[in-house]
């Protein structure tokens, strides 16, 4: 039986005007602020009950009744999504924590949880008949983007900080794609986006400024609910760049209680950003609704070093609503808590991830996570392409 998205229309995260979802958007034109993929929840609790998933493809697409792309020609795969949920037993007994979690995110197509949202942009903006993607990135994204559009067949050009690891130029160069490095931060590439497409040049998917990354994202959400059976943990550890994951997921929760799928109870969504960049963490801890840009962003961690985020107030929103927490670590706790990861637990992630793992051992000395909360901790990537971190022993 052929499956059919439910999407129904786009509306703004911050002024609500509502948009034709079969038309190309980046931001909202009245305010330039993110857009949000709606769907008819009404006829899609009729007819996408949760045991239609029994026995569907382990990829993000078989939730493909609450994702975008409409026509089934245009769903680019490759392999993306249901990353394993490992009990964390070893580093939990350390902590005293009896039920913590690790979503493998390390695992999916070019090694990280970029592959979802790229994944999505992609199958849609081919959907749409973009011919040419462009995007700034710190690493991941560029791979991810690379990937996915070779897959679709459209060419797509790269710009990332000059002091990129090189490792990603060469695997973005070797999936098609055209990479410039520029000088500065992932900010300094986006500008170099921006006048590309000033000049009709290509179609910007960078993360939050067009609709569709944050519906991949979601995924994780719906994973998450599927793999607990169907009782959301009650603390989920995300380390926020762009923050696309902890908007997608706190999306994705509304979603499936509309659906009937889940009930009214939420994970507190901690927030978790380096203290060389914590623009998150500083405007949550000062009760406002947007961050002010991080000045001098610096740390180890590249996928954090986001200055500013233009989803900055869904982030904040959905920190708040879920009785949530945002986290500074220091670039040293990364380091250990990466080697802690890899040694106890077999996994060799990537410092934006390690960071998850350096969050929860303040909150656990704060109290502020109790033993038996079953606690998730976003591996967001493998560590493997950052192997000039790991020192010699
Ligand atoms: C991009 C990235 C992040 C941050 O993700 P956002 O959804 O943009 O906040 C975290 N970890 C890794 C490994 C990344 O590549
Ligand atoms: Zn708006």
Redesign the pocket.
């Known amino acids: 039986m052929q499956r059919t998205s439910f999407l129904s229309h786009l509306e703004?995260?911050?002024?609500?005007?509502t948009y034709d979802a079969d038309r190309l958007w980046n931001l909202?034109p009245?305010?330039?602020?993110p857009?949000l993929a709606r769907y008819d929840l009404e006829a899609a609790r009729q007819a996408f009950p949760r045991e239609a998933l029994r026995g569907r493809e382990p990829t993000l697409w078989r939730y493909t009744e609450m994702l975008p792309v409409r026509d089934p020609a245009y769903r680019l795969t490759l392999g993306e999504g249901f990353t394993p949920l490992l009990p964390f037993k070893r580093l939990g007994a350390r902590l005293g924590l009896t039920h913590l979690y690790a979503k493998d995110e390390g695992l999916n197509p070019t090694a990280s949880f970029k592959a979802r949202g790229l994944c999505m942009a992609v199958s849609r903006a081919a959907e749409l008949g973009v011919s040419r993607l462009a995007i700034p990135t710190a690493g991941n994204a560029g791979s991810a983007l690379a990937a996915y559009a070779a897959r679709a067949g459209i060419p797509a050009h790269v710009f990332a900080p000059a002091d990129v690891p090189p490792v990603f130029v060469a695997e973005m160069r070797a999936l098609g794609a055209e990479v410039t490095l520029v000088e500065g931060l992932i900010t300094d590439a986006a500008r170099f986006v921006r006048e590309g497409v000033a000049a009709g040049r290509w179609f910007d998917v960078s993360t939050l400024k067009e609709p569709y990354r944050v519906e991949g994202k979601k995924t994780m959400g719906y994973e998450l609910a599927e793999q607990f059976g169907w009782r959301l943990p009650d603390v989920i550890v995300y380390p926020t760049g762009g923050g696309t994951g902890l908007v997608g997921m706190w999306k994705a929760f509304a979603e499936m209680e509309a659906l009937g799928w889940i009930d009214d109870k939420r994970p507190r969504m901690v927030s978790v950003q380096s203290a060389g960049c914590a623009p998150i963490v500083r405007a949550f801890q000062q009760g406002a609704d947007t961050a002010e840009p991080w000045e001098n962003a610096a740390t180890i961690a590249d996928g954090l070093r986001v200055p500013a985020a233009v989803g900055d107030f869904l982030i904040l929103r959905a920190i708040r609503e879920s009785g949530g927490t945002a986290v500074a670590v220091s670039d040293d706790e990364i380091r250990a808590a990466q080697r802690e990861i890899g040694a106890q637990e077999g996994v060799f992630v990537a410092p934006e991830a390690a960071a998850t793992w350096a969050a929860v051992q303040h909150l656990v000395r704060d109290a502020w996570i109790a033993p038996d909360e079953r606690v998730v901790l976003f591996l967001t990537g493998s560590g493997l392409k950052y192997t000039h971190l790991v020192q010699d022993a």
């Open positions: 703004c995260g911050w002024c609500g005007a909202c009245a305010c330039e602020r857009l």
